[in-house]
């Protein structure tokens, strides 16, 4: 991920407002970190950048749509991005061992605050572990890759697979309780 340094050195005691909305950020995190997923909505953050003596407290939103593949079945998937988000990022002290990079840093007088770094995070926070096109998705066959939500094919009656079983379980236990 490129960082993009932000001059936040003149920010006032009250605080600035910023609005991010490149989206050349997404598409080469896609291509850096080989995720597949297409923005319906275009991603845009706005923050407000607060100093602090040694550091800075980062506090905003990220939001946007996108469509990702069904972890079960592949189908294009809408998720909806609605981050919020309320950091402190230290500088780093100097010689100081740290175990995460900080995302601001003090060049000669300058306080800096990488923005791409910052906003990649959190997206990748809120995206969902295992997003499905819907709960009772039936994803693919393993056996010959047909979409079950579609039809079943006649691997099944074969050979059931037991975490489909156990799918199948929690599906009925979910339809008894409503
Ligand atoms: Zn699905
Ligand atoms: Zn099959």
Do not use: Y
Request: proline share 6%; glycine share 8%; net charge negative.
């Amino acid at each position: 991920m490129t960082e993009r340094w932000l001059d936040i050195t003149d920010v006032q005691a009250q605080g600035r407002e910023f609005v991010f909305d490149d989206q050349e950020l997404w598409a080469e995190g896609a291509g850096e970190f080989d995720m597949e997923f297409a923005t319906q909505t275009p991603l845009s953050a706005t923050f407000t950048v607060t100093p602090e003596t040694d550091g800075a407290l980062v506090r905003g939103r990220l939001t946007g749509m996108l469509s990702v593949p069904c972890d079960r079945c592949t189908a294009p998937t809408e998720v909806k991005i609605d981050q919020r988000f309320d950091l402190f990022e230290q500088v780093p002290k100097h010689g100081e061992e740290v175990l995460e990079p900080s995302l601001v840093r003090r060049r000669g007088h300058r306080l800096e605050l990488d923005v791409n770094g910052l906003l990649w995070e959190e997206f990748v926070l809120a995206l969902p572990v295992k997003p499905l096109c819907s709960e009772n998705c039936k994803g693919l066959c393993p056996e010959c890759g047909q979409d079950l939500n579609a039809g079943g094919c006649g691997c099944s009656e074969k050979q059931l697979d037991p975490r489909m079983a156990a799918l199948r379980g929690l599906t009925i236990v979910k339809k008894d309780h409503s």
